[in-house]
């Protein structure tokens, strides 16, 4: 199993959101979004932008982006902004926001070019964080609309 010490730890958000979005990414080898080809452009607790190409590994047989990868890129882009709104600490397991619902509209696909997700916290409480991703093409043509809500166990300390 990959060892997570490169992520579970204190993110620089003292960084610029682009600088903090190359640290994450010079950080994913051996994860779901190496492969995938995820690329975080900004992350901030303000919300967070990552791109992914269409290429043969995300598409279905047809051409078309497949569904999964679509979420993948959503949540993965959803999960980045809550770490970072919640002050970027993970040194502890039990403060990683976990997802615990995701509700997906497909309201179209592409066959090329790049998806871009942008994701937006609309609800933040004590224990639970809901955040709407809209995943458009290049011409923002709107791809999908995410909704997903993050468990929060342990929030940082100073926090309630």
């Given at each position: 199993?990959?060892?997570?010490?490169?992520?579970?730890?204190?993110?620089?958000?003292?960084?610029s959101?682009?600088?903090?979005?190359?640290?994450?990414?010079?950080?994913?080898?051996?994860?779901?979004?190496?492969?995938?080809r995820?690329?975080?452009?900004?992350?901030?607790?303000?919300?967070?932008?990552?791109?992914?190409?269409?290429?043969?590994?995300?598409?279905?047989?047809?051409?078309?982006?497949?569904?999964?990868a679509?979420?993948?890129?959503?949540?993965?882009?959803?999960?980045?902004?809550?770490?970072?709104a919640?002050?970027?600490?993970?040194?502890?397991?039990?403060?990683f926001?976990?997802?615990?619902?995701?509700?997906c509209?497909?309201?179209?696909?592409?066959?090329?070019?790049?998806?871009?997700a942008?994701?937006?916290?609309i609800?933040?409480?004590?224990?639970?964080i809901t955040?709407?991703?809209?995943?458009?093409?290049?011409?923002?043509?709107?791809?999908?609309?995410?909704?997903?809500?993050?468990?929060?166990?342990?929030?940082?300390?100073?926090?309630?």
């Open positions: 199993m990959r060892d997570l010490v490169d992520l579970m730890t204190r993110w620089p958000l003292e960084d959101p682009e600088e903090l979005a190359d640290w994450l990414n010079n950080r994913l080898s051996g994860t779901l979004m190496s492969p995938m995820i690329h975080a452009v900004s992350v901030s607790p303000e919300g967070s932008i990552s791109e992914l190409t269409v290429s043969p590994v995300i598409s279905t047989p047809t051409g078309y982006v497949h569904a999964g679509i979420v993948s890129l959503a949540d993965s882009n959803a999960t980045w902004t809550v770490i970072a919640l002050g970027g600490d993970l040194t502890s397991p039990t403060g926001p976990v997802a615990t619902n995701i509700s509209q497909l309201v179209s696909n592409i066959n090329k070019g790049k998806l871009v942008e994701s937006k916290i609800h933040q409480g004590r224990k639970l955040v709407e991703t809209r995943v458009r093409n290049e011409a923002s043509l709107l791809l999908a609309l995410i909704t997903t809500t993050h468990y929060v166990r342990d929030r940082p300390s100073g926090e309630s």
